[in-house]
């Protein structure tokens, strides 16, 4: 086969567009979207509810490769935005529905878009910015705000074209942009992520077990790639999705039933919410077959046996594609999983040098295939060069593996603690807090030693109603971590300071340091030594 077919082929295989008529012709009248409204979108009605949309957009000026902001929720209109933009082969740029402020401008001016779909509900929020190049803005659900310089429409102008949507200029490849996904930016401005359509359909190969019948809850955002991976998994292989806007623990079954999703990703704080609801009799009574678990939570088997729900877990982050991923209930206490086919990963100390087994150190992954993984930062050459450096991508993300491949993330290198010679994960500590019956979140960051080094703190949001006593969990984690581990400070917050994003921010935390509120454990005459501990009990308490 000559290089020009195998590109064909390979944009028959990943590239948006031609999904989407492939899918049309052959099972036009297959499910391909339900929305928590209850509409229903075949194959069919998908093809000409996007092809609408592009016709619309180009009479708006869009044109291959141009990019285009949309902030929108999740829904119907967000759905159909995306797969319009990439039809005519323009870039998708959303934006996350919580942004406001410098983050907002930040976004807005990094994408150089010069057109805006909104959600009305938000775009007031632009008065209160820097607008940089938006000409217009087109706004769902309501009209649109006065801004100085820039042109508003309401949502028919999304279906006001009358004719066919033109072929882009050139055919759109699998090398070709698809978006720009903004990292949540916990560390300084958000960096914006081009991601082509050959890193999109390598990301959702991550987990092979999807089959037609399938159907994805999505309740991941579709400006984070959480939610633009499930769909873009199920569109690939024919199958089909529920999009919901939000996690709710409350009517989480009853959505799984009422959807008959069969496969969904759950992140982070969901499995505790899950796992802490009082047991009921149908706990196995719904279609929900198998999930994506991030990070494998130590509950993983206990969710397994109690739901009947198959278990994978993989590393993934917005720059790269699932290198990382586990067998099906995978039974190695906090794995990520092994490298799959088609990847390389390396745990390195600052200049790139392996580290032996076992060792904490930078992970850095490489892909054999191109552009299987992210082709940089939009607008930003320095920190693609730094990430990029030596052939690899920097995760930034330190870790370890074992003798038998197995990966284990230890924590942001940016988030590890070193107490009196002892280097500390914040991920494992925070994992051990989270188990405590009475929190729902956690946070774990160093703070200034009078020794010098860090001491450890710990930031909880109790669960709702209950009594929360400091000394109890002291208790509780001196049962389960090293004494060097368990934290000295335990401050309570009814939430914890989060980007749009739901990432912790640390480095709020961190600068807040200890508060008039924080309860230091040694204050209260609670020492902890290196003897062993009697199970139930604390002997090593002073």
């Known amino acids: 086969m000559d290089v020009d077919s195998v590109a064909r082929v390979a944009a028959e295989k990943y590239v948006l567009r031609n999904l989407i008529d492939r899918h049309a012709a052959e099972r036009g009248d297959k499910e391909f979207v339900l929305f928590s409204n209850g509409e229903v979108w075949d194959y069919t009605r998908l093809r000409h509810n996007v092809r609408r949309v592009a016709a619309s957009l180009q009479a708006l000026g869009v044109r291959q490769d141009d990019f285009v902001l949309s902030w929108l929720p999740n829904g119907p209109h967000a759905l159909v935005v995306w797969f319009a933009l990439n039809y005519i082969g323009a870039v998708y740029v959303p934006v996350n529905i919580?942004?406001?402020?410098?983050?907002?401008?930040?976004?807005?001016?990094?994408?150089?878009?010069?057109?805006?779909?909104?959600?009305?509900?938000?775009?007031?929020?632009?008065?209160?910015?820097?607008?940089?190049?938006?000409?217009?803005?087109?706004?769902?659900?309501?009209?649109?705000?006065?801004?100085?310089?820039?042109?508003?429409?309401?949502?028919?102008?999304?279906?006001?074209?009358?004719?066919?949507?033109?072929?882009?200029?050139?055919?759109?490849?699998?090398?070709?942009?698809?978006?720009?996904?903004?990292?949540?930016?916990?560390?300084?401005?958000?960096?914006?992520?081009?991601?082509?359509?050959?890193?999109?359909?390598?990301?959702?190969?991550?987990?092979?077990?999807?089959?037609?019948?399938?159907?994805?809850?999505?309740?991941?955002?579709?400006?984070?790639?959480?939610?633009?991976?499930?769909?873009?998994?199920?569109?690939?292989?024919?199958?089909?999705?529920?999009?919901?806007?939000?996690?709710?623990?409350?009517?989480?079954?009853?959505?799984?039933?009422?959807?008959?999703?069969?496969?969904?990703?759950?992140?982070?704080?969901?499995?505790?919410?899950?796992?802490?609801?009082?047991?009921?009799?149908?706990?196995?009574?719904?279609?929900?077959?198998?999930?994506?678990?991030?990070?494998l939570s130590e509950d993983a088997p206990a969710f397994t046996e109690r739901f009947d729900v198959d278990i994978y877990t993989v590393f993934n982050m917005t720059e790269i594609c699932c290198p990382i991923v586990s067998e099906?209930?995978?039974?190695?206490?906090?794995?990520?999983?092994?490298?799959?086919?088609?990847?390389?990963?390396?745990?390195?100390?600052?200049?790139?040098?392996?580290?032996?087994?076992?060792?904490?150190?930078?992970?850095?992954?490489?892909?054999?295939?191109?552009?299987?993984?992210?082709?940089?930062?939009?607008?930003?050459?320095?920190?693609?060069?730094?990430?990029?450096?030596?052939?690899?991508?920097?995760?930034?993300?330190?870790?370890?593996?074992?003798?038998?491949?197995?990966?284990?993330?230890?924590?942001r290198m940016k988030d590890a603690i070193r107490r009196r010679g002892e280097n500390i994960s914040s991920f494992e500590v925070e994992a051990e807090i989270g188990a405590h019956p009475k929190v729902r979140e956690a946070a774990v960051v160093g703070v200034p030693s009078e020794f010098g080094e860090d001491e450890v703190m710990a930031i909880v949001a109790p669960m709702p109603g209950v009594e929360f006593d400091p000394v109890e969990l002291i208790s509780f984690l001196s049962l389960r971590l090293p004494h060097f581990m368990v934290p000295r400070y335990v401050r309570l917050l009814p939430d914890l300071p989060k980007t749009p994003t739901q990432k912790v921010e640390k480095h709020v935390l961190r600068s807040e340091g200890i508060t008039d509120d924080t309860w230091d454990r040694e204050m209260a005459g609670i020492r902890l030594k290196r003897e062993k501990l009697d199970a139930g009990q604390l002997k090593a308490m002073e």
């Open 328 to 411: 099906r209930n995978p039974d190695v206490p906090k794995t990520c999983g092994r490298v799959r086919a088609g990847f390389a990963a390396r745990v390195v100390d600052g200049n790139d040098m392996e580290v032996p087994i076992g060792t904490v150190g930078e992970l850095m992954v490489r892909a054999d295939e191109p552009w299987t993984m992210n082709h940089g930062y939009h607008g930003n050459p320095e920190a693609t060069a730094r990430a990029w450096r030596n052939g690899w991508f920097h995760t930034g993300d330190a870790f370890r593996r074992d003798a038998a491949g197995n990966f284990f993330f230890v924590d």
């Open 98 to 295: 919580s942004y406001r402020g410098r983050l907002l401008a930040h976004v807005i001016r990094n994408s150089g878009a010069r057109l805006m779909i909104a959600d009305a509900r938000l775009a007031d929020r632009l008065a209160e910015v820097e607008t940089a190049g938006l000409d217009t803005i087109v706004t769902v659900s309501g009209p649109p705000p006065v801004l100085a310089g820039v042109r508003g429409l309401t949502e028919e102008a999304l279906s006001a074209a009358s004719d066919q949507p033109a072929d882009p200029a050139r055919d759109v490849m699998p090398w070709d942009t698809h978006a720009v996904i903004y990292t949540s930016g916990t560390t300084g401005p958000s960096k914006g992520v081009l991601s082509s359509y050959r890193h999109l359909g390598a990301t959702t190969e991550g987990l092979d077990t999807i089959v037609e019948s399938d159907r994805a809850l999505v309740n991941l955002p579709l400006f984070h790639v959480g939610g633009t991976n499930a769909i873009y998994r199920m569109l690939m292989r024919g199958a089909s999705i529920a999009l919901v806007e939000s996690f709710d623990t409350a009517t989480f079954w009853d959505t799984i039933r009422a959807t008959r999703s069969t496969s969904m990703t759950l992140l982070g704080a969901m499995i505790p919410f899950l796992m802490k609801a009082p047991p009921s009799p149908r706990d196995r009574d719904h279609s929900l077959r198998q999930a994506i678990m991030v990070p």
